[in-house]
T-cell receptor, first 112, second 116 residues
Framework: EADIYQTPRYLVIGTGKKITLECSQTMGHDKMYWYQQDPGMELHLIHYSYGVNSTEKGDLSSESTVSRIRTEHFPLTLESARPSHTSQYLC???????????FGSGTRLTVV | AQKITQTQPGMFVQEKEAVTLDCTYDTSDQSYGLFWYKQPSSGEMIFLIYQGSYDEQNATEGRYSLNFQKARKSANLVISASQLGDSAMYFCAMRERFNQGGKLIFGQGTELSVKP
């Protein structure tokens, strides 16, 4: 049973639309992360959060934004989707222990 | 800067044989953790095995073992008795333990195909 949930699982949307990818975890983890992954390629960190009201940009520049108003919720928003945003987006959380890292199932976004 | 390198874009192995997936890393930190994840075509990340930089013994989890050579900065994954269900992408990742964000840095991945 998953402890970190991402919705939607798949999304096809037109250029210029605003979208929000949802990520929620039930483990009470303070640290949460968003990774972007093109098919067959490595994962790149685009955003992370240490806790409520804390957000930081990751190693890969992204036009998306995130918010962390509640511990369990870390949504990612694209104000105006473009075809270059087509990718898989993976959310993860950590309890801060050495190996305590949990991934969601991912959202596969296609912008047409 | 920390970096993970996987030099094998694709690997083939016969069912029931063992296979080694290579991973080298670079970090200036003395304390760090190394991970291997499996990613099937469905896209989710499945945790396989973890090795801490101060762990004396190589990590093992069922058919998975991690060949940790600290001086060489390598952390190769060994899968014994390969099964058809092992066909997937495999990612090596590193976490610098005292990094405030606890971020994972990933390698490029290796696509493993198991042949019957």
């Amino acid at each position: 049973e998953a402890d970190i949930y991402q919705t939607p699982r798949y999304l096809v949307i037109g250029t210029g639309k605003k979208i929000t990818l949802e990520c929620s975890q039930t483990m009470g983890h303070d640290k949460m992360y968003w990774y972007q992954q093109d098919p067959g390629m490595e994962l790149h960190l685009i955003h992370y959060s240490y806790g409520v009201n804390s957000t930081e940009k990751g190693d890969l520049s992204s036009e998306s934004t995130v918010s962390r108003i509640r511990t369990e919720h870390f949504p990612l928003t694209l104000e105006s989707a473009r075809p270059s945003h087509t990718s898989q987006y993976l959310c993860a959380s950590s309890d801060g222990s050495a190996d305590g890292y949990t991934f969601g199932s991912g959202t596969r976004l296609t912008v047409v | 800067a920390q970096k993970i390198t996987q030099t094998q874009p694709g690997m083939f192995v016969q069912e029931k044989e063992a296979v080694t997936l290579d991973c080298t890393y670079d970090t200036s930190d003395q304390s760090y953790g190394l991970f291997w994840y499996k990613q099937p075509s469905s896209g989710e990340m499945i945790f396989l095995i973890y090795q801490g930089s101060y762990d004396e013994q190589n990590a093992t989890e069922g058919r998975y073992s991690l060949n940790f050579q600290k001086a060489r900065k390598s952390a190769n994954l060994v899968i014994s008795a390969s099964q058809l269900g092992d066909s997937a992408m495999y990612f090596c990742a590193m976490r610098e333990r005292f990094n405030q964000g606890g971020k994972l840095i990933f390698g490029q991945g290796t696509e493993l195909s198991v042949k019957p």
